[in-house]
């Protein structure tokens, strides 16, 4: 009876294991497949990048940057829509961040199955020295044993058989991966990784722009290329976002019509946030699998099959009455995530030489 609690605590924190241990997985496989999506540039932000790249050779200033506000209104204009992204791509870094957390505690995988050996011969041990109390609530709720057949004898256990103990737990002895890495360390750099991803979209386009081979530092304000000389670039910096764009002094943006693939992706945060929420909570979820998913489909969305609808409804202006994150619970991350995340990240640094050298 003392260990019935025990033995309830220990199945809790195991269905909070093996229940977000896949959610992590598939999460951050779908993170670099919403990281790698592409909307095409429109001929107005073609034009603008052409003019602020090349238009100064016309003018012999072969070694003259653009300037570095000239460069950010280019940069937000081009990356309008993906801007729009931010708000919920933050909020799925932060549902996997608290998945990622629940390592760190009590659920952690490694200290509720090592330990699991001599909760076993504990169970052993109890069972043992309360034999026939257990006895007779067994055949009160069951009736007495049926007698053996004749000629049949009962098999015998040694007094010795279960008196040997398994070795004690250390709980400073942590289990290494093939690489000789612990779970804890992995974690610890997957969280790392994890918080430099946070507000990637919004700081693009200065990301790009930081870039020496893309534009002039900011001490270079009076000797770059403003798009029309070697001179200060005089206009005002737009925010980020499509709902900023309408007075982008450098590229026309058509404010009222946000890009399909982006409203797909959107759509496709909220969906696994909230799946990344119920892992959290130890609750089932069910995920189709990423190869299934991705095998045959091409279109870059991240959305689940039959899941996507055509179109959508949405305000490129919608996040400023929400909260940046719902604080509840989430549980697990397997050593394996490592892969799937260092391939988003490697997605994440090749995203600006890719689509803007």
């Not at 995530?337 to 689509?355: C, D, H, K, N, W």
Request: aromatic residues 8%; proline residues 6%; glycine residues 8%.
């Amino acid at each position: 009876s003392d260990s019935l609690p025990l033995s309830r605590t220990g199945t809790s924190h195991l269905s909070l294991q093996f229940n977000s241990w896949p959610s992590l997985q598939r999460q951050l496989g779908r993170l670099a497949i919403s990281v790698s999506v592409f909307v095409n540039p429109t001929a107005q932000c073609t034009h603008a990048l052409l003019k602020m790249i090349y238009c100064s050779h016309c003018q012999g200033l072969v070694t003259v940057k653009p300037c570095y506000n000239y460069c950010s209104n280019i940069m937000r204009g081009c990356l309008a829509n993906q801007g729009d992204l931010d708000f919920e791509w933050n909020n799925f870094i932060d549902a996997m961040l608290m998945v990622a957390e629940r390592l760190e505690g009590p659920f952690n995988i490694e200290s509720v199955m090592d330990p699991i050996d001599v909760k076993i011969s504990d169970a052993i041990m109890n069972m043992q020295e309360n034999s026939v109390q257990v006895s007779q609530k067994v055949f009160q709720g069951c009736g007495p044993p049926k007698p053996l057949p004749a000629g049949r004898l009962s098999r015998s256990i040694s007094e010795g058989a279960f008196s040997a103990r398994f070795r004690p737990f250390h709980p400073e002895e942590r289990p290494t991966t093939a690489a000789g890495t612990s779970l804890d360390r992995l974690v610890t750099d997957v969280k790392e990784k994890l918080k430099q991803a946070k507000k990637f979209w919004s700081s693009l386009p200065s990301n790009v722009c930081n870039d020496e081979r893309m534009a002039a530092g900011n001490g270079n304000e009076d000797d770059c290329w403003n798009g029309k000389g070697k001179s200060r670039y005089l206009f005002a910096v737009t925010g980020n976002g499509l709902a900023n764009q309408g007075n982008n002094p450098e590229v026309q943006v058509d404010t009222s019509k946000p890009d399909i693939l982006i409203l797909r992706q959107i759509m496709a945060l909220r969906v696994m946030t909230s799946k990344m929420k119920n892992a959290y909570n130890g609750n089932d979820v069910d995920f189709f699998d990423i190869s299934d998913e991705s095998s045959g489909e091409g279109s870059g969305s991240g959305c689940e099959y039959q899941q996507c609808p055509s179109e959508f409804e949405y305000n490129a202006t919608e996040h400023s009455g929400k909260n940046a994150h719902d604080k509840a619970s989430s549980a697990g991350a397997p050593a394996r995530a490592q892969p799937y995340l260092l391939t988003a990240f490697g997605i994440l640094s090749l995203v600006m030489p890719r689509e803007w050298r």
